[in-house]
């Protein structure tokens, strides 16, 4: 059987600087999707044009829109870059400028151009789920993001909070407390 080796990593975006290349669908679709699991994400979008809702989500979440096309000063001081442009060749490009200082890149449309795949995001609290089919199937990712956040309770970040509480109550050491968490959460994967 096939597996996926990706690794995912939980990136704090309020101190990394992301540019997307282009203003057009795909570009709302990932600013959208990125938004919402992390409103506090720093963007920069740079297009010579932009669509209507695009540029309403840049505003709301306040991106700094670039209204030029694509070179590779713009990747200055960028941490991650996606690429979304309608043109092959401007992709292409940025995939390659981002390699060779070792950027983060995507191109949205281009599996084998990515160093990273977006995945279906379900967050609750402090709970963050994501979800990836390597690439293969990203509307089996978005049922299965629909599906965790029907199944995933709302207030799950009560029990966190909770438990959180909970642990800085225990006496004895790591190991101690370590055994006691675990005894106390048990139930919660007894079913499964
Ligand atoms: C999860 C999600 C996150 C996000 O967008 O942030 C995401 N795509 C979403 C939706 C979606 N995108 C597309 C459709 C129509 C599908 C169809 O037509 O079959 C749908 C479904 C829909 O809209 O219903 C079009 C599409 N997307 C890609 C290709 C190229 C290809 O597959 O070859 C094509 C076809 C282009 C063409 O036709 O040429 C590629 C990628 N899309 C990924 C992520 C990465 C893999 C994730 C994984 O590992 O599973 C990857 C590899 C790169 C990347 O973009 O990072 C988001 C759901 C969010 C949510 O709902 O929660
Ligand atoms: N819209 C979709 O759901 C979808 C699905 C599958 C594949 N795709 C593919 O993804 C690509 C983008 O699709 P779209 O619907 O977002 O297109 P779009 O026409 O809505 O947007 C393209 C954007 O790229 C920008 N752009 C063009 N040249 C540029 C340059 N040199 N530098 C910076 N920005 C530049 C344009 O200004 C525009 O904002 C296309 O190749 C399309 O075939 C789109």
Known sequence: ?????LYPIFLKTAQLEVLIVGGGFVAEEKLHFL????PDAKVTIVTPMIR??????AKRFGAKIVLKVYSRKYLNGKHIVVATTDSPQVNEKVYNDCRKQNKLVNVADNPPLCDFYMGGIVTKGNVKVAISTNGKS??????L???FEEVIPDDIHKMVQNLNDF????????????????????ELVKSA
Request: net charge positive; proline share 2%.
């Open 35 to 38: 938004t919402k699991s992390s």
């Open 1 to 5: 059987m096939e597996r996926n080796n």
């Open 52 to 57: 209507k809702k695009t540029l309403d989500l």
């Open 138 to 143: 990203p509307t089996t990712a978005k049922r």
């Open 167 to 186: 642990r800085k109550t225990i006496k004895g050491d790591f190991e101690e407390k370590v055994d006691k968490m675990n005894e106390i959460t048990e």
């Open 145 to 147: 993001r629909q599906f």
